[in-house]
């Protein structure tokens, strides 16, 4: 029986430049970026709110009346939102300044 041929290696193997999570950051076009950047940021705004919600109906829960569930968006998710977009858009958008400068080789 004939062996499989173990010669192809997937094209990021020997990549040693910046990584998120182990995948290969250091070659996002622009247009990656601010995708990239956008969804983290909206991802994180829903997830903040979803847990400032959670903790608005534990305080409303522990202290027997209702409170505002806008605290959680005002208060909560925007915060965080902003904060992971701004830092996401620093990160990913410094990479990819050295990048096409030339800097980072």
Do not use: C
């Not at 290696?9 to 995948?23: E, M």
């Not at 904060?83 to 096409?100: A, C, E, N």
């Amino acid at each position: 029986m004939p062996q499989p041929d173990r010669t192809f290696a997937p094209g990021y193997v020997n990549y040693t430049g910046p990584r998120l999570f182990g995948a290969p950051i250091g070659d996002l076009s622009a247009f990656q970026t601010v995708l990239g950047t956008l969804a983290i940021g909206v991802a994180s705004f829903f997830a903040a709110t979803f847990f400032g919600i959670l903790g608005v109906s534990v305080m409303s829960i522990a202290r027997h009346r209702m409170l505002d569930y806008s605290i959680a968006y005002k208060w909560v998710g925007l915060p965080v939102g902003l904060l992971m977009l701004f830092g996401t858009g620093l990160y990913l958008g410094s990479i990819l300044i050295r990048r096409v400068t030339g800097e980072g080789r």
